[in-house]
């Protein structure tokens, strides 16, 4: 049976994580967009999750809108003392399910409380905040983000937010924001095929900070190699668990939150915490980024 505390552990904020979580953005409809197909799967699948052990789960309300977080505080409310649940602010959905900036004093404050409300709670225990920053908002860009964090580190103040973190950030702005406030995690696009963060996961390692990589799995568009599915034809796993397990075995500081809607997939994701992955597996999994 699969222990996740054999990937370990990691601190986040005050708070020690299993460094296996789950990502619930799959829980939304087709394209994180209106509701799921099948609501009680979804539930099923968080209370699976949840029962297997994990104790973080990665989530926002621009995730449906609103859908997400409606669905995890009907299967889990109320939380267990050891859950830690972590948000994003910082985007909105309009009426087609584009993606758009909301980044105001007066947008930001507001999905803190959509946060708090859809979740049922009345602190948020991690919220990130969401840079949309390059031409389609969904790749890190260079530029000031005092302004949009200055919100954010009033609204802890408030007692509304317990601990900050980073969404889509260049070094340059993490920088910037550890000026401004303690940064318990920075959550960037990072798997197999994308390893332009290398730099950043060992400088945030070295200062105690997770990173989270998100689409670790490769999001709307999955991971495929034929060096991926060598390592786990002769491993006897599935490319998906090989490509999580080469994450924990990365740096320690990684915190996985693979999403899935399936409670048979779950299983699969969460099992790859038993895969210990040869070093010559690992050198040929990492020449798939170096090309």
């Given amino acids: 049976m699969t222990t996740l505390d054999t990937a370990g552990t990691f601190t986040l904020g005050d708070r020690t994580v299993r460094r296996m979580g789950y990502g619930a953005m799959q829980l939304a409809g087709p394209g994180v967009f209106g509701p ?11 209370r699976a999750a949840v029962e297997a052990g994990v104790n973080h789960i990665d989530t926002s309300d621009f995730y449906g809108p609103h859908v997400t977080n409606q669905i995890i505080r009907e299967a889990l409310h109320p939380y267990a003392d050891d859950l830690t649940l972590v948000t994003k602010i910082g985007a909105r959905r309009d009426g087609t ?25 009345e602190a948020l225990e991690v919220v990130n905040l969401r840079v949309m920053g390059s031409g389609d908002g969904h790749g890190p860009a260079e530029g000031s983000i005092a302004e949009e964090l200055a ?9 509304l937010v317990r601990h900050i973190g980073l969404s889509t950030v260049t070094p340059t702005q993490i920088a910037e924001a550890r000026g401004m406030a303690e940064i318990v995690c920075v959550q960037n696009l990072y798997n197999l095929a994308h390893r332009e963060d290398d730099a950043m996961v060992a400088d945030l390692a070295a200062a105690g900070i997770a990173y989270v990589p998100y689409f670790p799995l490769g999001g709307f568009t999955p991971l495929q190699s034929d060096a991926l599915s060598e390592v786990a034809a002769e491993l006897g796993a599935t490319p998906m668990q090989v490509a999580l397990a080469w994450l924990l075995q990365r740096s320690p500081n ?18 790859a915490v038993d895969l210990a992955l040869p070093a010559e597996a690992v050198a040929k999994l990492d020449r798939i980024g170096a090309a």
């Fill in 36 to 46: 799921p197909r099948d609501r009680q799967a979804a539930v099923a699948v968080l």
């Fill in 151 to 159: 919100t954010l580190v009033d609204l802890q103040k408030q007692g």
């Fill in 254 to 271: 990684l915190l996985l939150i693979p999403g899935t809607s399936s409670v048979v997939h779950l299983k699969e994701n969460l099992a």
């Fill in 97 to 121: 399910g584009a993606w758009l900036p909301a980044m105001s004093a007066a947008e930001l404050t507001s999905a803190v409380h959509d946060n708090l409300r859809n979740l049922g709670l």
